[in-house]
């Protein structure tokens, strides 16, 4: 296999990791003004992903740092021309951990209120448009012969661009009220547990509908397989929540998440950013890739550092697995 092809399925890993552990942290921002209906309960929702909200973000991290290490050109073009997308979920996340630290630095009312606003915003945003920003990298954006972005803001909010993000924060949604029911005790986890299965019903319509109309777009014979099994394991989902098997449940979204991103990277492949407007502008994994001594240190890098930190942030999770509920949430 060429190094190429390996970065990209790196690259494809990493963003997944993302979004199957960041996802949930999304969903449970966007769960906070929902089933947060007193002081303490929303101190249960927020400490469910106290520990672990950071460490997830750092897969962010690390794939941008791929994706720029591994294949400048689709870095460059893809930061450029989605310049205000990005920024705008770089803003909401700063937001957000911003609002993680300084909600508890003063007991007002008023005052908590606004931190909690910021991670709602701060979690709906991101949401909604990565689900926009990679539906744009697969459906192809307006590119010069040069791999300039040639197009503007209207481009990247065209309709299919749009379902994408309604499906990745319908996702999100449902899995943060799965890890919510899986990682609460008493009445939260019951209002968790029956809003996950409300939320699964809509997500399965939307995922439903954005991967037939992504096959529709770009399609193999593994994406269609990686498509089928991504619905059919939210429907699982779905049914676990129900009967009451959180574990099962989170599993299932764990799942279905993940094989959605993975039918987008394998739906792209060997594209990285298909041009709209002049087909010589298309970014490849061949053309836009570093030189194949740069891909040769990275990979020795990479198979070094990497299990370092998945037994870390395996770890970390083990630690802090307990159940919590309003009981742990001491009165001021």
């Keep these: 296999m060429e190094l190429t092809t390996v970065w990209f399925l790196l690259v494809a890993v990493l963003f997944t990791g993302y979004f199957v552990l960041e996802g949930f942290d999304f969903g449970v921002g966007m769960l906070l003004p929902v089933l947060g209906r007193d002081d303490r309960e929303r101190r249960v929702l927020i400490n469910t992903i106290g520990p672990v909200w950071d460490g997830n973000e750092v897969w962010l991290i690390t794939a941008g740092g791929a994706m ?108 943060g009220a799965v890890f919510v029911a899986l990682k609460t005790v008493g009445d939260i986890r019951h209002r968790a547990r029956a809003l996950a299965v409300r939320a699964g019903a809509g997500a399965a319509v939307l995922a439903v509908a954005f991967l037939a109309w992504t096959l529709g777009i770009r399609s193999s014979a593994a994406a269609v397989a990686l498509a089928a099994v991504a ?85 970390t999770y083990w630690v802090f697995r307990r159940r919590i509920g309003v009981a742990h949430i001491p009165r001021h």
Excluded at 93 to 118: M, S
Excluded at 126 to 140: C, H, S, T
Excluded at 250 to 255: Q, R
Excluded at 295 to 313: D, E, H, N, R, S
């Design 68 to 175: 720029f290490a591994a294949f400048p050109e689709w870095y460059a073009t893809l930061f450029s021309g989605f310049y205000l997308p990005l920024l705008l979920i770089l803003l909401a996340l700063i937001a957000r951990g911003v609002a993680f630290e300084y909600r508890h630095k003063r007991p007002e009312a008023w005052w908590k209120r606004r931190w909690d606003t910021a991670i709602f915003l701060g979690s709906l945003v991101p949401a909604v448009l990565w689900g926009v920003a990679f539906a744009n990298i697969l459906r192809g954006v307006p590119l010069s012969a040069d791999h300039e972005y040639v197009g503007g803001l209207l481009d990247l909010l065209n309709p299919y661009a749009l379902l994408g993000g309604a499906t990745t924060g319908a996702l999100f949604l449902t899995h």
């Design 231 to 315: 619905a059919l394991a939210l429907l699982a989902a779905v049914a676990a929540a129900r009967v009451r098997r959180e574990g099962w449940a989170f599993t299932g979204t764990a799942v279905a998440v993940a094989l959605t991103v993975a039918t987008l990277f394998t739906a792209l492949y060997p594209n990285l950013l298909p041009s709209t407007a002049d087909p010589a502008g298309t970014l490849t994994a061949a053309n836009a890739a570093s030189t194949g001594y740069t891909l040769k240190i990275m990979t020795w890098v990479a198979v070094v550092f990497t299990p370092i930190v998945l037994a870390y942030q395996g770890w």
